[in-house]
């Protein structure tokens, strides 16, 4: 029961703090743009509680289930500066969250790889579980960035196709996304039916870490 206990908290932290990034950026990039709206909401922050959502932050996590999302950043394209087109805007607005959490991938992968070096005195015991941790870490950012570039609604990536997508494929867009919420559950159900649209990019990613494991046990 502790063991269970810690495991979630150990996933939990960096899932939050992940989250919490995802949604700074987002919220960041749309104020440097010129759109103040989520920063006069106080989103423009690194603190976890501005930006959790009852069942994607609280709800699923506590239940066992290791995914999950934080409350939408608003964006007001309107407001973005003159010398930024509101299509642009919103695809940079956007694309920030998924981009955040691939830089964040970038880091942990970075120091799985030199923590052995900078940190040669850690006990047997300490670094293994340092590098576990960043490891998931790796992982839980390239899932929410390849899960939130679907171009589906709610999604990031429908809001980047929704400002590329050219006025005569307007209509059709629309119907599309009248679809989102039916197509988005469809997508969560599809690992209970054995299908998982994210399973390769996840093995990649797996087997990067494990090939940088594999070379530290060489070296050592």
Known sequence: MERDLLDRITWYIPLLLSLTVHEWAHAWTAWKLGDDTARMLGRVSLNPIVHIDPVGTL?????????????????NPV??????????????????????????????????VSLPIIWPTAAAETLPAVI??????????????????????????????????????????NQFCSLGPFLLVGILLLPFAGINLLERPMQWVVHLLNSVSAMHSAGH
């Open 59 to 75: 709800l699923l996590p506590l239940i066992g289930i290791p995914f999950g999302w934080a409350r939408p950043v608003p964006i």
């Open 79 to 112: 407001r973005f500066r003159h010398s930024v087109s509101m299509p642009l805007g919103v695809v940079l607005t956007a694309a920030a969250g998924p981009i955040s959490n691939i830089l964040i991938g970038m880091v942990c992968v970075l120091l799985v």
């Open 132 to 173: 576990e941790l960043l490891s998931f870490t790796t992982m839980i950012n390239v899932l929410l960035a390849l899960f939130n570039m679907i171009p589906i609604p709610p999604l990031d990536g429908s809001r980047i196709v929704e400002s590329l997508v050219p006025q005569g494929w307007r209509s059709l867009w």
